[in-house]
């Protein structure tokens, strides 16, 4: 299959590096000094899973492929999403399908607007990774997973297609019956992950350490609970325990993507995560996730 990967950063790099690795047909579309860089090194990773060094194939906004693209996967920023929906539609087929793997949910609806609600499929991914000084992808964790799926929960031949081609890497990427489900309950994880780690400006480990630490754990995941059941999200009973052991089985050294930004100095997602959540709740759940919010607002002031 022709794949488009948005973005050769620690995430979509990663992923498309690894289909590259078993020879399908890869293109990533990037920034020019990305392209540059790339051009002169090669894409690395290095991985606990196993280290890649490939020649990509690279594209730049300006530039047109020989031919449609079966599959885009979509690994941007939340803030860089309007700018990448621009750079992306003309390489937007009828037959193409998008896999978003960014956080949370509202990102969908934007999609839909611009590209259909048949071509846009629902995705999330499970890793730590990050670009070194270099634009070396580092890919740190055991975890390394994708998931995807029709948000209908309904499969067709050409995802089946897709599953098998993805189904070669060596990561798992799987396909998944209810995916939106699991981008809700990925979204809950992260929310209270990301929340926790740059409130405390901390990875997880002393957090869960000290009591007020545990408890704000418990805190936050509650109140992002109850505001994602007002936007429409369905949990399972269990699954406040399922990811708070999932949590509690994390390396002690382990920082949501949202702090390592922070400590970059970089812009955050501060209006995708937690804002999304804030506008629809009740007056208790605004001051529980404002305490989250004020806290990376006042960074972003610090950067400004």
């Known amino acids: 299959m022709n794949m488009l990967v948005v973005g050769a950063g620690a995430v979509g790099g990663y992923f498309g590096g690894r289909l590259a690795e078993q020879g399908e047909q890869v293109t990533f579309l990037v ?33 047109r492929p020989d031919r449609a693209f079966d599959v885009i996967l979509l690994s941007t920023k939340a803030y860089h999403l309007d700018d990448v929906l621009q750079d992306l539609a003309p390489f937007v087929s009828s037959e193409t399908y998008i896999i978003p793997l960014l956080n949370g949910m509202q990102h969908i609806r934007r999609l839909t607007e611009v590209f259909g ?33 029709s948000r209908t929960g309904k499969p067709t031949a050409r995802l089946e297609e897709i599953a098998a081609c993805f189904a070669k890497a060596k990561a798992p990427m799987m396909y998944s019956m209810h995916i939106m489900d699991d981008m809700w309950q990925k979204y809950l994880f992260i929310s209270t992950f990301a929340g926790v780690t740059t409130l405390f400006r901390s990875a997880i480990g002393p957090i869960r350490q000290e009591a007020v ?38 390396e002690n050294t382990m920082k949501s993507s949202m702090l390592r930004d922070m400590e970059k100095g970089q812009p955050v997602e501060v209006e995708h995560f937690f804002s999304a959540l804030l506008k629809p709740s009740t007056t208790d759940q605004m001051n529980a996730l404002k305490l989250v919010e004020a806290n990376l607002r006042m960074y972003l002031k610090t950067i400004k």
């Open 31 to 63: 920034r020019p000094n990305r392209y540059e860089q790339l051009q002169k090194t090669g894409l690395h990773i290095t991985s606990p899973h196993g280290d890649i060094a490939i020649t990509p194939q690279l594209i730049t906004r300006d530039m």
């Open 213 to 250: 630490g545990r408890q704000m754990i418990l805190d936050v995941m509650k109140e992002a609970k109850q505001a994602m059941e007002e936007q429409g999200a369905v949990f399972n009973d269990d699954v406040e325990a399922v990811l708070l052991k999932q949590m509690h089985g994390m």
């Open 117 to 149: 609600e048949d071509r846009v499929l629902g995705g999330l991914c499970f890793i730590e990774s990050t670009l070194d000084a270099e634009g070396r992808i580092l890919q740190t964790s055991p975890s390394h997973r994708l998931l995807f799926g």
